[in-house]
């Protein structure tokens, strides 16, 4: 996905940049909008140098997307599903599979956040600055 958006700062070969929310943002998803907001900054990798208040495009890999969805979402239903049948074999009463299930599903966004964390930061996850559309001296 490619979006226009302004320069705030750079930070040796990263920029931190401000995209404006589009109608079709509040379709999309994507990007991560709040509900309430106009702009969204993120960090992005800046390789060719753009300075702060340059208007750039940029572009963001949406490949991580399916693997997302899997770890945000089909994980913890599988974890539902292990409760059940944990509960079941040991002949738990069914409120056992709901204390099973949401600490299960509270340790796995507790390892998720974390392997977040680590990950947002990596050059492979970031947003990559690919042209210079107007610098701040034009």
């Known amino acids: ?3 226009v958006g302004k320069v705030v700062k750079t930070d040796n070969g990263y920029a931190t940049v401000s995209i404006d929310k589009k109608e079709e943002c509040s379709k999309c998803g994507l990007c991560a909008f709040p509900k309430n907001a106009n702009t969204i900054e993120f960090r992005a990798t800046n390789k060719i140098n753009a300075k702060a208040n340059d208007v750039v495009l940029i572009e963001r890999k949406t490949d991580g997307k399916l693997s997302g969805i ?5 994980v913890p239903l599988l974890l539902v599903g292990i409760s059940i049948l944990i509960s079941y074999l040991m002949e738990l009463k069914e409120i056992w599979i709901l204390v099973l299930s949401a600490g ?3 340790i796995w966004y507790f390892i998720l956040s974390v392997i977040d964390k680590k990950l947002s930061n990596k050059d492979k996850f970031l947003a ?3 042209e ?7």
């Not at 899997?70 to 089909?74: H, S």
């Not at 210079?132 to 034009?138: A, F, G």
């Open 1 to 3: 996905m490619r979006e």
């Open 132 to 138: 210079i559309i107007k610098t701040k001296e034009d």
């Open 128 to 130: 990559n600055i690919i």
């Open 104 to 106: 299960l599903i509270a």
């Open 70 to 74: 899997f770890l945000a979402f089909l």
